[in-house]
């Protein structure tokens, strides 16, 4: 008998983004099989998980602001976090003895993870192992100087260990060709799965609010310290309170000086987090925030008039390049974070109250995944 358990290995290292899409696949991939998922991050507080998703939570590891690995389990050293993930990696293989290994990001990211991943990955490729696949958002990173070379290293990485590439978007909006440019051609089937979106949010009354969102929050101060300065302007001026949903990372002194801002100004609030954010946005008139994957899955479920601020430090363009593509289609504006001005963000909150275009892109990606997988578990392929 094939078997139905799936091993989802997700690591989430500035952000929330990669953990909150991996959460809304797992829910899907719940429906075909018993789904293990390993999880390398913080877990934020309050975060919610399928009952039928089994998480084995790894000593958690991420990045600092100069992008080297910390421990976030201050018993541990990165050191010794590594040693003990590598371990538990290779024992949840073998309890577990899946029919897919489902891995996100890497090889297209995470290469501060091989310590890890590539025994994972060596284990896995026995015969009679699972078939393995990538999980990978829309738009990477490529404005590296040796961009070519490391596309070519990520190729050389896919055809050794992995059976597909699943691509979480929609081909129409973005293809993985535009940005990956190996010097050979990947051989590995790649699949657009269409995006991993919420879903529909229930309707209620939207609030006369500008409802301003950090993600994480770890990287969000310079967005949030924008709009307490613009808040009062903006409510003298339409009437709109401001809201911020700070992110569980923000920094604890940003925090303060936030709920300091928002005590002492009756059109100002803040929380740390919601439970749904895309419900959010959708029952407010504005939303203003980055420019992450699932921020802006929610913006397109939401439909609310938005404003972005694209997170673009060091090479960074990921946010940018979406962020752009969204507004040639009418949905929201982006205003780069270089030339992030208080007048100018006012002026892009004003100019974009009055709607936003409606965009026809396929936002059916958990489902399109979950079906793709089970093919994968019963046949020698994926599915064109």
């Known amino acids: 008998m094939t078997s139905r358990r799936l091993l989802f290995y997700c690591q989430h290292s500035l952000g929330l983004g990669h953990l909150a899409r991996s959460l809304r696949l797992a829910e899907a991939l719940a429906g075909e099989f018993d789904v293990v998922l390993l999880n390398g991050g913080r877990f934020p507080p ?3 998980v399928d009952p039928r998703i089994e998480v084995v939570a790894l000593p958690p590891l991420g990045h600092d602001e100069q992008h080297k690995l910390v421990s976030h389990d201050r018993r541990l050293t990165v050191d010794q976090a590594k040693q003990l993930r590598r371990d538990a990696l290779l ?71 992995f059976d597909a590439v699943l691509v979480h978007s929609d081909p129409a909006f973005a293809r993985l060709s535009e940005s990956f440019a190996p010097m050979n051609p990947l051989l590995v089937p790649v699949h657009h799965t269409g995006f991993v979106a919420p879903p529909i949010p229930t309707f209620r009354s939207a609030e006369r609010r500008l409802l301003v969102s950090a ?17 009062g302007e903006l409510a003298a001026r339409t009437g709109l309170t401001t809201t911020v949903v700070a992110g569980p990372f923000l920094p604890e002194p940003a925090w303060r000086r936030l709920a300091a801002a928002a005590a002492g100004s009756a059109s100002l609030s803040a929380v740390r987090q ?20 699932n921020t802006a899955m929610d ?13 673009a430090e060091g090479d960074e363009d990921e946010q940018t390049r979406r962020a752009q593509r969204l507004q040639d289609l009418g949905v929201l504006r982006s ?21 936003r275009e409606r965009t026809q892109l396929d936002l059916s990606g958990a489902g399109a995944t979950a079906r793709l997988l089970a093919a994968l578990r019963t046949t020698h392929g994926v599915p064109a």
């Open 91 to 161: 024992d949840a293989l073998d309890r577990c003895d899946p029919a897919v290994l489902l891995v996100e990001m890497y090889p297209f990211g995470r290469r501060k993870f091989e310590f890890e991943l590539l025994p994972l990955l060596r284990a896995a490729r026995r015969p009679g192992g699972p078939r393995i696949v990538c999980s990978v958002r829309d738009i990477l990173v490529s404005r590296r100087e040796d961009q070519a070379a490391y596309d070519e290293r990520i190729r050389a990485r896919v055809e050794e260990f």
């Open 46 to 48: 309050g975060a919610r």
């Open 215 to 231: 993600g994480g929050g770890m990287v969000g101060e310079p967005l949030v310290r924008a709009a307490v300065e613009v808040h």
């Open 299 to 311: 913006l397109l479920r939401a439909g609310t008039p938005a404003v972005v601020v694209p997170y």
């Open 335 to 355: 205003v780069p974070a270089a030339r992030l001005t208080s007048e100018l963000l006012l002026a892009a909150l004003l100019g974009v109250a009055s709607g």
């Open 274 to 293: 919601v439970d749904d954010l895309c419900a959010e946005i959708a029952a407010s008139t504005l939303s203003l925030s980055q420019c992450g994957y």
